[in-house]
């Protein structure tokens, strides 16, 4: 039975660099159609997409990143969807590599980015970071937790489509996702190239993005996991205290009680937060 595949390509006034990527895709021929979603673009990258063969989905205005791959993944008729960029960055060459570990049977397939393709040295610290978290809370090596280039099971990625976010930050969600619900996850080397035109990525609101990735990392996964260790420092560093005061001074401070009143609400917080998370995937995995 032949696989149908999907692209599906976010797109906000990319109109300079869409053409050469939607001739390459068509020149694979393992593409079904592409699907364009104009995110409120103000130049003509809607009008090139369908020059270009592809089926374009028009948002009245930019809704985000993660909006736009929702809206393609609900437009996608096709088994597999690959999700890439419009500005030049991602290599369609790479997605046959991706479509043979889907055919080997993994669920969801992430173009992994190395240290040399990372937009800048700032980045690629914070993505080591988010890898390395990723990899404890998960148990599974994760080579790249925030690259938007991967293919997926159609019918298993919107199993989760409520829970993306319509910012930039789906992958990371998403990738977490999977792995929570139980299905297999793997990656291929990539090389992500320079991209063409002006970057929609803004330093100081996509700087608390990246803090709050930290978190959803988190509650995506297992909560307990990452509140418990640090439910128990906090009253480690309480108990801590408690000795120095009751040895140096003979009492127990107010500082060493709010420290150990902390611990608990940290702690009950990360249990009532796996309940939710339980909740979360009851119907999806």
Not at 109 to 137: D, H, I, P
Not at 239 to 268: E, K, P
Request: net charge positive; proline share 4%; with cysteine.
């Amino acid at each position: 039975m032949k696989v149908e595949v999907s692209v599906v390509i976010p797109a906000k006034n990319e109109a300079n660099s869409l053409t050469p990527v939607l001739k390459s895709l068509w020149a694979l021929g393992c593409v079904s159609e592409i699907i364009v979603v104009d995110d409120g673009s103000e130049d003509a990258t809607g009008t090139i997409g369908r020059e270009q063969g592809a089926t374009v989905v028009t948002h009245p205005y930019s809704k985000g990143n993660g909006a736009a791959i929702k809206t393609g993944a609900r437009a996608a008729t096709g088994d597999i969807i690959v999700f890439m960029d419009a500005d030049g960055q991602h290599n369609p060459q790479d997605i046959p590599r991706l479509l043979e570990q889907i055919e080997q049977g993994y669920d969801l397939v992430v173009g992994s980015r190395g240290t040399e393709s990372q937009a800048s040295k700032g980045r690629a610290v914070a993505n080591g970071f988010y890898n390395r978290l990723a990899s404890f809370m998960t148990g599974h090596k994760v080579k790249d937790l925030t690259s938007g280039f991967r293919a997926v099971k159609r019918e298993k990625f919107l199993e989760f489509l409520y829970l993306l976010p319509n910012g930039f930050s789906y992958p990371t969600t998403s990738t977490m996702a999977f792995f929570r619900a139980g299905y297999s996850v793997c990656y291929v080397p990539i090389t992500v190239h320079a991209r063409e035109g002006k970057s929609h990525i803004k330093p100081l609101q996509d700087g608390v993005r990246f803090l709050l990735i930290i978190f959803k990392i988190g509650t995506l996964y297992s909560p307990l996991k990452l509140f418990v260790p640090l439910a128990f420092s906090v009253f480690s560093v309480g108990l801590g205290y408690y000795a120095y005061t009751y040895f140096s001074a003979g009492r127990f401070t107010n500082m060493s009680a709010l420290m150990f009143t902390t611990a608990l609400t940290i702690f009950m917080v990360g249990l009532v937060s796996e309940q939710i998370t339980a909740l979360m995937y009851r119907d999806g995995g």
